[in-house]
């Protein structure tokens, strides 16, 4: 049981960089693989990144990993995201999820979920 908690989110313009973060309480947080998925507008949920309990092993939907960067501290229980060079299609809802399987990119492979932080990328 875990719960997490999204943050980071807001209004930027294209080309702009923002850095989300995922607080975890509640579980043992580095026993799980973390991970980031979105949801545009009108469209379903979709991988972005994942990261081993260590930190040590990622994986990136191929579109995202020249921009995005996946993270955890461990000692924080924290997880982080950095966006960088931002698009308007990256708008979307944001969140992070866990398990304590694989770095998997569907949504049923992760069991906990926090509510998401809204990213809306615009001129």
């Known amino acids: 049981q875990v719960q997490l908690v999204e943050s980071g989110g807001g209004l930027v313009q294209p080309g702009d960089s923002l850095r989300l973060s995922c607080a975890a309480s509640?579980?043992?947080?580095?026993?799980?693989?973390m991970g980031w998925f979105r949801q545009p507008p009108g469209k379903e949920r979709e991988f972005v990144a994942a990261?081993?309990?260590?930190?040590?092993?990622?994986n990136y939907v191929d579109s995202l990993k020249a921009r995005f960067t996946v993270s955890r501290d461990n000692s924080k229980s924290t997880l982080y995201l950095q966006m960088n060079n931002l698009k308007p299609e990256d708008t979307a809802v944001y969140y992070c999820?866990?398990?304590?399987?694989?770095?998997?990119?569907?949504?049923?492979?992760?069991?906990?979920w926090g509510q998401g932080t809204q990213v809306i990328v615009s001129s």
């Open positions: 990261i081993g309990p260590r930190g040590r092993v990622t």
């Open positions: 509640g579980g043992a947080f580095s026993a799980y693989v």
């Open positions: 999820a866990a398990n304590n399987r694989s770095l998997g990119v569907s949504v049923g492979g992760y069991d906990y």
